[in-house]
């Protein structure tokens, strides 16, 4: 039997069905209710205990909310820079200095959001003495940000005006960045902040905070200039520039919101936790890439959407929190986690090769 074609528009375009296909963030979803559905399965065979419901006769709930709440706010901070990651990637570049510059910002901004007395002593930990302490929290915000911006726009500079690779300049910046993170306090970490920076991270504000950016870079992508000239620059840069947009000052633009972005997940990650470290955010810029990818952002750029990021982020702490569920050892996690890593990229390529033979 012969397949019936309509023909649309001028020049007698045609639809052929067998060019349909579901939108990238449809796939990303169906993916992650298997993965819950495969650790519903396997919690129910090996330990006779649920993995997304409560078991607990003394707990008047249908779901773990325990588990829910813990497997968002694991992925919430590195989601925040997964959102700047995912403009890179989308414009055709790629951050790697994400996870440094969390570090430094939040040790630098914790020196300036400190307490003058802990349990009415003097703090010990004070970085410059009776400098800079009970500072209001404008002060260790706007360092944050200052920091964040300062990260990005040498990253953008140099990837724009230089024509070095994203690769190189933002591994340049991510050794340079973990540096000043130990230099800055001598390798020791800085505690006891203010109450109101404390309040950041407290609860459930690390959720908010996402979501809050999520649906703010979502409508950005999709409805402004900004995100039409992303899209452009990634999937043909001459083309972009050949049609009027100045692709060097957008790379800018996109690499700075990138580390403004980091440096937000630094002060939320510092005030969750009370203190800050040189080693924080350490492999946090592979765990961005691995949530953009698996959520449909093309590593060939000109692809991708807020939307299908958040879903990798769950996607990810869904695997996380269901090996913990399996007790699975924490290495087993780490070599798990290299593997999804690698297995996105390839999923990524076969992506790229299905569309191209579809035409």
């Not at 375009?13 to 067998?18: K, Q, S, V």
């Not at 559905?37 to 993995?51: C, I, N």
């Amino acid at each position: 039997m012969t397949e019936t074609r309509t023909a649309y528009g001028i020049g007698g375009l045609t639809y052929d069905p067998r060019k349909r296909h579901l939108p990238q963030e449809v796939n990303v979803f169906i993916a992650l209710v298997l993965i819950v559905a495969a650790f519903e399965l396997l919690g129910r065979v090996l330990y006779g205990d649920s993995f997304l419901f409560n078991t607990r006769p003394n707990v008047d709930a249908v779901f773990n909310w325990a588990r829910l709440n813990i497997i968002i706010l694991q992925v919430s901070i590195v989601g925040i820079i997964a959102l700047g990651v995912t403009q890179v990637i989308i414009s055709g570049g790629i951050d790697l200095s994400s996870g440094s510059v969390v570090g430094a910002t939040a040790i630098i901004t914790m020196s300036f959001a400190q307490t003058a007395l802990v349990n009415g002593n003097p703090n010990p930990k004070a970085v410059f003495g009776d400098l800079f302490l009970d500072m209001p929290v404008i002060v260790p915000l706007l360092v944050a940000l200052a920091c964040g911006l300062t990260a990005g726009l040498i990253n953008g500079l140099l990837i724009a005006y230089t024509r070095i690779p994203p690769f190189i300049a933002t591994l340049g910046m991510m050794v340079t960045a973990r540096g000043v993170a130990r230099w800055w306090f001598k390798g020791e970490p800085i505690s006891f902040p203010t109450e109101s920076y404390a309040a950041i991270g407290k609860g459930m504000m690390p959720v908010a905070i996402f979501l809050v950016l999520a649906v703010l870079f979502h409508l950005i992508l999709r409805y402004t200039l900004y995100g039409k000239r992303c899209y452009a620059i990634g999937s043909n840069e001459e083309a972009a520039r050949m049609s009027g947009i100045n692709v060097e000052r957008h790379k800018v633009l996109v690499y700075t919101i990138a580390g403004v972005l980091a440096a937000v997940a630094a002060v939320v990650l510092s005030s969750k936790n009370l203190t800050a470290q040189a080693g924080m955010g350490m492999m946090y810029e592979l765990d961005a890439i691995a949530m953009t990818v698996i959520g449909g952002v093309s590593l060939a750029g000109g692809r991708g959407s807020i939307v299908g990021t958040v879903l990798g982020a769950l996607i990810f702490g869904v695997i996380i929190s269901g090996f913990t569920f399996l007790k699975l050892d924490a290495y087993y996690q780490e070599m798990v986690k290299g593997a999804i890593i690698v297995g996105a990229v390839v999923l990524d390529q076969w992506r790229q090769r299905r569309r191209q033979a579809r035409g």
